[in-house]
């Protein structure tokens, strides 16, 4: 489950980004309405926690221009104070639902469960590679029979590739996803964490999911054909 986070306040943002990073959502932060409106035309997300007061281009705005491209990603919007007519036109322009600041992070935390519940019954959610399935409402792995655990970020690195199968995911992509935009590219913690999940994955599998990609990253795919890696 991925989650945009549309917030100029930085505070406010790092402790929404913190707090739902460790009940396993990847969480993906803009600061202005611009910036929010490019990431969310790029990527796709479950949900988007959207700020009203924002630089450049306001939340309202960005509901209604998120809408006007048909993109169904439920919306929360965060309203400084709690006056009807912010809420209305929040509500207006397609917001599913909104918080009043300063709320208590276990709303924000319910709110959210409540609307990804409903987008449930509407989409299968479950991500499949060859006979590796994760399923993001419960945040279960299995390996064919086999349920794998994972760790709080192994969990999130693999939801994060397996919502790109056959696509190489750079350093970069998973620096900034995974360990957020102070991400100090010269590490090799990215290459650590991929070793971890290659042996809870493939190790005693006769088919590699994992795959590195020399000098650029890594993707995750199911060949019937071996690969020469
Ligand atoms: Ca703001």
């Not at 064919?144 to 992509?173: A, Q, W």
């Amino acid at each position: 489950m991925t989650i945009l986070v549309v917030e100029d306040e930085i505070k406010i943002t790092r402790f929404i980004k913190k707090g739902l990073e460790m009940e396993h959502y990847t969480v993906d932060t803009a600061y202005d309405g611009e910036e929010a409106l490019d990431k969310i035309e790029i990527n796709d997300y479950d949900l988007i926690i959207l700020d009203i007061m924002l630089p450049k281009i306001n939340g309202i705005e960005v509901c209604a221009k998120v809408r006007e491209k048909k993109i169904e990603a439920p919306i929360i919007m965060l309203t400084a104070k709690d006056t009807v007519d912010d809420r209305i036109k929040g509500l207006d322009a397609g917001a599913d639902d909104y918080l009043v600041k300063p709320f208590a992070f276990g709303e924000l935390l319910a709110r959210i469960r409540a609307l990804l519940r409903r987008e449930k019954t509407t989409k299968a959610t479950k991500l499949k590679v060859g006979d590796l399935v994760l399923d993001p409402a419960t945040h279960e792995v299995f390996r064919g029979d086999k349920e794998i655990e994972l760790s709080s970020k192994e969990y999130r690195l693999l939801d994060y590739m397996m919502r790109r199968p056959g696509n190489v995911c750079t350093r970069t992509m998973i620096g900034e996803h995974i360990w957020g935009y102070n991400f100090n590219d010269d590490s090799n913690v990215i290459d650590v964490y991929i070793s971890y999940l290659r042996k809870k994955i493939d190790t005693g599998f006769n088919k590699k999911l994992i795959h590195t990609i020399r000098d650029v990253g890594y993707k995750i795919q199911y060949k019937s054909r071996p690969i020469n890696r």
